[in-house]
């Protein structure tokens, strides 16, 4: 990435400097370009413009999120996300807020670890409409939707479900007392309004019964 400023100015008695920026595309490890038009103005430190992240491959990352859920494995997937950014950090307010959050994740394929089942995959979700207050821990988005996923619930014969095996987390490690969150520390806040699945297809399957049972429902449609 190469950031680059394009006008520089002051004003008034005690500068403050503003600055319209831009990063152009750059050449992250694997090519991803991430385009920041934006303004920074000083006096204090503002903010604002819009990020974009396209083709963002997520297969990368799996080593990451071996660590949070060490039976879940992401073995394709690629994300994009466009937004407008403002900052504002100052002795009088402080703001770090998304708006027009939109999120595409195209390619979404997941397995189970030990044996590389796919018992779930998400060929396009995308989310719009999003809106992200990062100090305030608040976050809302207008609709998810879910085109064209294709569902493998399976239950083996020894009884584990593969999509809630891939869901566990390890079990965390006792907190000391310094490391421990205050009591009454509020987390984040999530809404969404609409929740959308449009043509996916469900094939379950049931090894525990001695004549294995299968079901399938080649098309599913749900809004919420």
Known sequence: MRPRSRSFSTTGRSPSLASQVSASPGTPELGEPFPWPGTVLSEPLRSSGTISFAGLRLPKYDPYLKEQAPSLSVESGAVSIDARYQLE?????????????????????????????????????????????????????????????????????????????????????????????????????????????????????DLVPPRPVRLSLPEVNVRL
Do not use: Y
């Open 89 to 205: 950090w100052g002795a009088a307010a402080r703001r770090l807020s998304l708006s027009g959050l939109k999120v595409v994740v195209e390619d979404l394929a997941l397995a189970r670890r030990r044996d590389r089942s796919r018992p779930l995959e998400l060929p396009r979700v995308e989310v719009s409409g999003g809106e992200v207050d990062l100090l305030g821990q608040v976050a809302s988005v207008a609709e998810v939707k879910v085109l064209d996923a294709r569902l493998r619930p399976r239950r083996d014969a020894d009884g584990k479900m593969a999509l809630l095996e891939m869901l566990e987390r390890p079990a965390p490690a006792p907190a000391t007392p310094a490391a421990a969150s205050p009591k009454g520390t509020p987390g984040w806040r999530w809404s969404v309004q609409t929740v959308a699945l449009e043509r996916a297809v469900v094939e379950a399957e």
